[in-house]
C-alpha cells in the first residue's frame, strides 16, 4: 500500500443554509469542521483535496481536478 492508499479521504460534506460547506466526513469516520479539515488537507493527511487561495483572501478546500466531476466536493453526499 503507498502512502496515497493509507491516507483519508472526504466522503460526504455538511453544508449551511446557502450551499457552503461547512463540515466533512472522512472515510475514516472521522467529522472534522472547515478549519479542522483546512488544516488536515495542508498537512497531508488527507488524499484527493488541496487548499487554495479565493480572491478574498481566505483559504478553502477543493477536490483534485481529474475531470470526474461526481467526486467534486459539491456533489458529495450530505451527512
Request: proline share 3%; charged share 25%; aromatic share 6%.
Amino acid at each position: 500500500m503507498n502512502e496515497q492508499d493509507a491516507r483519508e479521504q472526504i466522503v460526504a460534506v455538511q453544508k449551511n443554509g446557502e450551499g457552503d460547506i461547512t463540515a466533512f466526513k472522512t472515510s475514516g469516520g472521522r467529522v472534522l469542521d472547515y478549519t479542522t479539515a483546512l488544516q488536515e488537507v495542508q498537512s497531508g493527511h488527507i488524499a484527493g483535496v488541496n487548499t487554495f487561495k479565493g480572491r478574498d483572501g481566505e483559504t478553502y478546500i477543493r477536490g483534485d481536478a481529474d475531470g470526474d466531476p461526481t467526486n467534486n466536493l459539491d456533489n458529495l453526499p450530505n451527512f
